[in-house]
């Protein structure tokens, strides 16, 4: 019987949880930057346990599923195989563990042009929060690349995360027009991603910011982009936290590792962004977020095991 419920758990998995990979790797960041670095590591391990699990997964597909593997690979949803891959490599940098990182680079910059296209080849009207994920991947990118670039003093990728930056403000922007904004009060979790599509862009902004690359206009462009996504960003959290109060949504689905992941992301990013754009009240800010981001990630694991346990 245990066997049965495991083997109909692997193959319920859905793309979308590549989320809670996300979720535990920006969670580990946030904590690598306050200091808390037992916590940090143990949620790196968690992280990167999960990210192996969904590799052997994706690959599975891929080789013994193409037709699975197809229809999934055209909703966004499909895109935290990539966002997921950037944020981990990102916390493996940090790490000190560049050529894992690199190669982590590699694999996703390898994934996203085929599942990108496929993705807005199928976009409509009125779309779930996960929309924004076509902006997470590409910003994920330019996260990882500029702190590769940071790490290694390779110029290129500094200019390949600028491009990717750039980018990924346009596919925001579409994103957005196709948004449906009912989303906000009735969404099961990925509704989150709107506005932490824009904290992942705040920090790669930051990390921009901070690279002696970038000089005069460029750089003060792109510290106050920076602040402005923070500050949008900063706003969807009151908008969507004051939504969740007026229309509480309880029930574990497992898009809400989609929320887990921007209160992460937003606590994260605030703590990067304060000291390249000298805002230094973003770091308090940053460090209170977190909290509230390790919190949500402990209830939404709870919900997910009494989940299993019901099965």
Known sequence: ????????????????????????????????????????????????????????????????????????ADTPAALTAVAATTVLGARLSLLGWQAVAAALLALAAALWPGLLLAVLRHWGRRMPGAA?????????????????????????????ALAAFCLGLLLYAEALLRFDFREVVSGAGDHWVAGGALSITALAGAGLTASPLWTGRVHTGLR??????????????????????????????????????????????????????????????????????????????????ATRADD
């Open 1 to 72: 019987m245990r066997v049965c419920v495991g083997a109909r758990w692997w193959a319920e998995l859905s793309p979308a949880a590549g989320a809670a990979v996300m979720a535990a790797g920006i969670i580990s960041a946030g904590l690598h930057l306050i200091g808390r670095s037992a916590l940090s590591l143990a949620a790196l391990a968690v992280s990167a346990a999960l990210w192996l699990v969904l590799a052997a997964d994706f690959t599975a597909r891929l080789v013994g599923d193409r037709r699975r593997f197809r229809a999934e």
């Open 224 to 305: 106050t982009a920076t602040l402005v996504a923070l500050g949008l960003s900063l706003a969807w959290y009151a908008v969507l936290l004051a939504a969740e109060v007026f229309r509480p949504r309880p029930r574990y689905d497992i898009r809400r590792w989609s929320s887990v992941f921007p209160l992460g992301m937003t606590a994260t990013a605030c703590l990067s962004a304060a000291r390249p754009t000298g805002v230094q009240w973003l770091r308090p800010l940053g460090e209170l977020l977190l909290w509230v981001a390790v919190g949500a990630w402990v209830l939404t694991f709870v919900a997910f095991v």
């Open 132 to 160: 924004f994920l076509v902006c997470v991947a590409t910003q994920g990118l330019a996260v990882l690349a500029g702190t590769l670039a940071g790490a290694t003093g390779h110029d290129w990728l500094g200019r390949a």
